[in-house]
């Protein structure tokens, strides 16, 4: 069955380092997604990929950069860990042209001390 | 930018009674979609509503779409503890062709035996 896999599922860092989360899916979606999740906010969009070589910045995405060499990987990028960037982070892929209903990762808990 | 808006933010009730959430959006939505995610896992598409006035149904649970298209809400008929959970609509935002969403930020249900 097709899925969509999110790694580390849990991570604990320090303020300052680099931190990448990966995101792989096998739907064969051409669109993917990154969200935070945080309480009293909901899901916010940092940034979203339309296809390879295609990136967009979401509603959040000051302090995160994705790249997209593949139809399958999205990973994210926390050039420099802040506290305020602890948070739960959720992987989307979707199909056509992104209207369709998005395929949720299981999330990454990522702390920042 | 859109806005979409939910209320109540949080509703306990117990077995049996029913639930319904409510989602307003600042604009015009093209489609609303709504989606479901229990504690501790990722959310879940439940429906997408595209036509004014829409109403679908899934067993227990109703979904109408706003004749105005600016507002949607999910009812759930004699709730079970299977129930539990977030439920989020989303509002689809459209650019040069293609799609994001927006969350709402979610209503959180809770059901007692």
């Known amino acids: 069955d097709a899925e969509i896999t999110q790694s580390p599922r849990h991570k604990i860092t320090e303020t300052g380092r680099q931190v990448t989360l990966a995101c792989h899916q096998t739907w064969n979606h051409n669109n993917m997604f990154w969200y935070r999740q945080d309480l009293g906010h909901g899901l916010r969009l940092i940034h979203y990929s339309y296809g390879v070589q295609d990136t967009n910045k979401g509603e959040v995405s000051d302090g995160y950069s994705v790249s997209r060499s593949n139809t399958e990987d999205l990973p994210l990028t926390l050039e420099s860990a802040a506290s305020s960037q602890t948070s739960v982070y959720f992987c989307?892929?979707?199909?056509?042209?992104?209207?369709?209903?998005?395929?949720f990762g299981d999330g990454t808990r990522l702390s920042i001390l | 930018g859109q806005q979409v808006m939910q209320i109540p933010q949080y509703q306990h009730v117990q077995e049996g009674e029913d639930f319904t959430t409510y989602c307003n959006s600042s604009t015009t939505l093209s489609n609303i979609q709504w989606y479901k995610q229990r504690p501790g896992g990722h959310p879940v598409f439940l429906i997408q509503l595209v036509k004014s006035g829409e109403v679908k149904k899934q067993k227990r649970l109703t979904f109408q779409f706003g004749e105005a298209k600016k507002n949607s809400s999910l009812h759930i008929t004699a709730t079970q503890t299977t129930d539990v959970g977030t439920y989020f609509c989303?509002?689809?935002?459209?650019?040069?062709?293609?799609?994001?969403?927006?969350f709402g930020k979610g209503t959180m249900l809770l059901v007692s035996p």
């Open positions: 989303a509002g689809i935002n459209w650019n040069s062709g293609y799609s994001t969403l927006t």
């Open positions: 989307a892929s979707s199909e056509g042209t992104g209207d369709q209903p998005q395929h």
